[in-house]
Structure formats: C-alpha cells, structure tokens
C-alpha cells in the first residue's frame, strides 16, 4: 500500500489551521463552542480533506482555493458523525477513541453543536475573505448543501436507520451507502472540477467520488466486523449486533471482494486520461487498505 500518511497529515494540519483561525476570529467560551472544537479536533484521518487535495492537483487547482471547501467538509463530516453517534441514532459512547460529543458534553449540547458545525461550514464558503468567483461559490454551497440534506447524507442515515432488520437487496443498500457516505466524497472530487471550471468534468469527478465512498462504505463495514477496537477507536461488530444492512452480509466476502475488484477498476478507467492522477490512486489504495 503506497505511504500517504504524512501526505494525509500535511493537509490535514493546513486545514485544521484553517479552521481554528477561522473559529478563533468568533470565540466564545461557551460550552457548546468546547463541544464544536472536540468534535471537530478529536484525530479523523480527514480522508475527505486529502480526496479535495488529490482531485485538485489533476486540474491545477491551488491550495488558497481548495483549503477552505475541505474546511467546510470537514465541519459537515464532524457534525454527521457527533449526529450519528446520539442515542436516537447509533446511540455509540466512543469515537475516535475518546468519549463521543454528547458523553463529554451531554445531549442537547452535541445536538447544537452538530447544528452549528453545519451552518459553520456554511459561513465558511460564502465569507467574503474566501476569494473565489460568486458562480463558483454558488455552485459550491448548492453541491455541498445538497449532498448533505435528505438526497445525501441526511437522507442515507434515514434508510439506514429505518431498514435496519428490515429485508432490503444489494441496490437498496448500495443507494443508501452511496447517500450516506458516497454523497460527500462525491462532492470532494467535484469541487476541484468547480473550482477549475471545467464544466465537462463535473458529472466525472463526482461519479468517481461515490464509487470511492462506496468503497470507503464496504472497507467500513469489513473494519466492524473484523478489525481491531483499539486501533478503530470505537466498539467493533456493532453492525451485525444492531441489524444493519451491509453488503458483506447481503452478498457475502467472495462477490464483496469481486465488488470491490470492479470498483478499483472502474475507477482507473476513469482516471486513466487525466493527468497527475497518481495522489488519487495512491488515496484510493489507502481507503481500501486501511486500518482505522
Ligand atoms: C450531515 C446533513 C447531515 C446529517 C447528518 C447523522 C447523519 C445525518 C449521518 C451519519 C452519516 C454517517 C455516520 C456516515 C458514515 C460515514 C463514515 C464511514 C464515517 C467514518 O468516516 P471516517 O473513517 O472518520 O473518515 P474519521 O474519524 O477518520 O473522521
């Protein structure tokens, strides 16, 4: 597996630069603030920051312009999973490897601090001090805004939640995947096409970001059910024990395997006439590989 660790930190520790700049300029010592910067500060590998990075490097797209949109990302990212973690949803006391928002903070306090994570990535983007195009900005804050509502990730968390026990078919879980986690790292690779302005990519780029968070998706669930609480940061085989749908359990490890073969392949393809392809590549490699 090709090293992008370091690669992954430095972009990270920009982003995260970013942010608490940008947080700093509004600071309050509330404790809804606290539970905003230990959602978002808690050691994610920030995957979606570095698929932003990669996918801007194949259309030339500069780090000024770039460093914010993964900002935003992140804050939506933090807010899905301090949402995803309460218990009317997962109901999950640990994440990342430390207690999840709402044990630290309590509830109505993770709630408010999911909410404002989601308009923060909001007020990041349309900030005058982030000089791209308003056509660009619109453009950006509509794709964001609508991978993330009840068509995206919003939307994929429901079926999730509502199907669980429930007898679904491949499609059923491969389109709630595809919203849940595929919809924001679609959004990842159609950015650097927005932010490039090239029109002819955009539609590409965003169907080669779900196809990689519907490998992210299955790497997930292979993780839960055999890998390592310590190094997950979080309780493992919750899926099964919760009655989740996945598509190791639907199709089984053998056409999983074969699915992700054809992903992998697929994906190539579509780079294959693109320049400077390789970060992504090595990016996608890391997501199937990965440990955590
Ligand atoms: C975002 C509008 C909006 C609503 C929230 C709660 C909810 C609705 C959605 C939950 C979505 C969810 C938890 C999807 C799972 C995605 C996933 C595999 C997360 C883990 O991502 P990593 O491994 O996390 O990148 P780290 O900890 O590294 O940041």
Known sequence: MPDIQQDLKVVADKVNAYLKDFLQKQCS?????????????????????????????????????????????ECIHS??????????????????????????????????????????????????????????????????????????????????LSLKNENVNKDNIISMQNKKTGALMGFCIEAAAILADK??????????????????????????????????GKPVQQDMAKGKNTLIEYLGEDETQKLINNLQVEIEQDLKSLPKTNFLLDCMSFIINRKN
């Open 29 to 73: 010592d509330s404790k809804l603030y606290q539970a905003m910067n230990y959602g978002l500060f808690s050691g994610g590998k920030m995957i979606r920051s570095y698929l932003i990075h990669s996918s801007c490097k194949i259309v030339d797209v500069q780090e000024k312009e770039y460093i914010p949109i993964a900002a935003a990302v």
């Open 79 to 160: 807010y899905s999973l301090i949402h995803d973690d309460l218990p009317a949803m997962d109901n999950d006391d640990f994440r990342r490897g430390k207690e999840s928002t709402h044990k630290a903070y309590g509830e109505f306090t993770a709630i408010l601090a999911g909410s404002s994570l989601l308009t923060l990535a909001f007020e990041i983007i349309s900030n005058l001090n982030f000089n791209i195009s308003y056509e660009k900005k619109i453009k950006i804050i509509y794709a964001l805004s609508s991978c993330s509502g009840h068509l995206g990730i919003a939307g994929g968390q429901f079926f999730d």
């Open 199 to 232: 029109k002819d990519l955009e539609e590409k780029f965003k169907r080669i970001g779900i196809k990689l968070g519907l490998l992210f998706q299955i790497t997930d669930d292979f993780l839960d059910k055999y890998g390592s609480a310590e190094i997950l």
